[in-house]
């Protein structure tokens, strides 16, 4: 089967660090995406890894170790309007997005 | 121009209607996906169009219908519906289905049946 594991809920304060994980066991794997979505709103690409190591854009920045099939998404500089849904993703063969079940943040001020 | 748009932005219909949803993106992208979302739940994958060719259907109902006119252009047919397929449906598109092609999703259509 294809599964990937995240908390369903993590909670910080403005300005804070907050690092979601993802761990996953697909068949195949291309590589490791994230994604923000606020409530009632469309996901919005957030980064991508194929490769083992940090990749960053700024405020946010996402990990991979193929090894342990495992990367997490760090936030830094946390803002109010962080506060969304976050998934993890796993592209595989054929194109297909496998998500997790998503990681809601709450910033509280 | 960089948005997939999709239309309408809200949709009621009855279990005895036929309704579309469409999806249109100018990026040139070869790739467009149907997905299903339900509240509080991810994405779930319904259907693939590569280069306007279906190639992934995730044994979805034939109550839903998908239709590629063209490289622009998605559409997604439905008829009798039941009250559970509400939900936010969602299109995206990317460059093409293997290794790294970023998805962009569209803003989604909100099905309710009644």
């Known amino acids: 089967g294809q599964s990937l594991e995240q908390p369903s809920e993590v909670t910080a304060v403005e300005g804070a660090i907050v690092q979601i994980n993802c761990t996953y066991q697909t068949s195949g794997f291309y590589g490791l995406s994230w994604y923000q979505q606020h409530d009632g709103g469309a996901p919005t690409f957030l980064s991508y890894?194929?490769?083992?190591g940090l990749e960053e854009t700024g405020r946010f920045s996402s990990f991979l170790s193929r090894s342990d099939s495992y990367g997490y998404l760090l936030l830094q500089e946390l803002q109010m309007k962080d506060s969304a849904s976050y998934f993890c993703?796993?592209?595989?063969?054929?194109?297909?997005?496998?998500f997790g079940q998503g990681t809601t943040l709450q910033v509280k001020p | 121009d960089t948005e997939v748009t999709q239309t309408p932005k809200h949709l009621v219909m009855g279990m005895t209607n036929k309704k579309s949803l469409k999806c249109e993106q100018h990026?040139?992208?070869?790739?467009m996906y149907w997905y299903k979302q339900k509240a509080k739940k991810p994405p779930e994958l319904m259907f693939v169009y590569s280069y306007e060719k279906l190639s992934i259907n995730e044994s979805v109902p034939s109550r839903f219908s998908p239709e590629c006119p063209n490289s622009s252009l998605l559409n997604l047919h439905l008829h009798a519906l039941q009250p559970e397929d509400s939900a936010l449906y969602l299109c995206a598109s990317s460059l093409g289905t293997s290794g790294n092609n970023e998805q962009f999703f569209g803003p989604g259509t909100r099905l309710t049946v009644l």
């Open positions: 990026m040139g992208h070869r790739a």
């Open positions: 890894n194929a490769l083992d």
């Open positions: 993703a796993v592209i595989v063969p054929g194109g297909k997005l496998i």
